[in-house]
């Protein structure tokens, strides 16, 4: 490439032929490119403009002039600082849940509780220690599981006050020579091979084997145990019934069924003919 001759200008520097040095024409003294930005403007060195070489090489001295400006200022702008690396936090412990509770009121039921709070009977009455068909004792504190964040006041019960009218007992009639009918006897409930992993569909399968009502039944077992086999209450109840003691077979739907309707619905039935009041709260569930 040849590079124009630029008037005025009498020597280049050997290594940038395009930056001009300082040079004497007369008695002045001109300075430099580099010196420009920094002096007069008379006495900057600068190419005659009388010829198409001279505009060519005025360009090309003013963009030299504008890039060695730009790189003295990027050079002399020192860059951001290293940011130090922050030590990644520390992982939360987790919160500890704290149950909600609330004082017993007159006419709160544990039924009632249980389906404000959206929560099962069975597990209202775990979280108290205390059986399902347990009445609450006004002034008492009971415990909610739920969080107690959650918690929101239920509306005050009504209380009904019942009168009791004294009703005429009718004349029994003789009972001689009349024999009472025998208990109907429960066909054999043949429960599958044990396995422990009893559904939902095998408890009802279990409670409708039975002559007993059914959807009845089946409703007081979801509201004793959520209809879960192996239900247990540390209060000593167990399965689908919630039968008051231990025996063997007690995790078992068919066992389970089989006892409560032998050993408490029949007995309620003969004796005061409601076979329902072994459980006097899940029969209104």
């Known amino acids: 490439?040849?590079?124009?001759?630029?008037?005025?200008?009498?020597?280049?520097?050997?290594?940038?032929?395009?930056?001009?040095?300082?040079?004497?024409?007369?008695?002045?003294?001109?300075?430099?490119?580099?010196?420009?930005?920094?002096?007069?403007?008379?006495?900057?060195?600068?190419?005659?403009?009388e010829s198409a070489s001279g505009v060519l090489a005025l360009h090309q001295f003013e963009r030299r002039e504008r890039e060695e400006a730009r790189r003295r200022l990027v050079t002399a702008t020192p860059g951001p600082e290293p940011q130090a690396a922050t030590a990644p936090l520390a992982e939360t412990e987790a919160a500890v849940v704290t149950w909600a509770s609330m004082e017993v009121r007159e006419g709160d039921t544990l039924l009632g509780l249980a389906a404000w709070f959206q929560v099962s009977p069975f597990d209202l009455a775990v979280a108290n220690g205390i059986a399902v068909d347990s009445y609450l004792y006004t002034g008492t504190t009971i415990v909610i599981p739920i969080p107690d964040y959650e918690y929101v006041a239920p509306p005050a019960p009504e209380v009904v006050i019942e009168l009791e009218v004294p009703v005429a007992t009718p004349p029994r009639p003789p009972t001689a020579g009349i024999i009472a009918a025998p208990a109907p006897t429960p066909p054999p409930a043949t429960p599958p091979p044990s396995s422990g992993n009893w559904t939902k569909d095998d408890a009802v399968a279990a409670i409708c084997s039975l002559p007993w009502d059914c959807v009845k039944m089946v409703a007081i077992a979801g509201c004793e145990s959520g209809l879960r086999a192996n239900a247990y209450n540390p209060a000593g109840y167990y399965g689908l019934f919630q039968i008051n003691y231990a025996f063997e077979g007690w995790d078992n739907p068919w066992i389970n069924a089989q006892v409560a309707y032998e050993q408490k619905y029949l007995p309620a039935l003969q004796k005061g003919g409601d076979g329902l009041s072994p459980w006097p709260v899940c029969r209104h569930y």
């Open 1 to 49: 490439m040849v590079i124009p001759a630029v008037p005025g200008i009498e020597k280049l520097v050997p290594d940038d032929p395009y930056r001009p040095v300082a040079t004497e024409t007369g008695s002045q003294t001109f300075l430099s490119a580099p010196a420009c930005s920094l002096a007069q403007d008379d006495l900057c060195l600068k190419p005659s403009l």
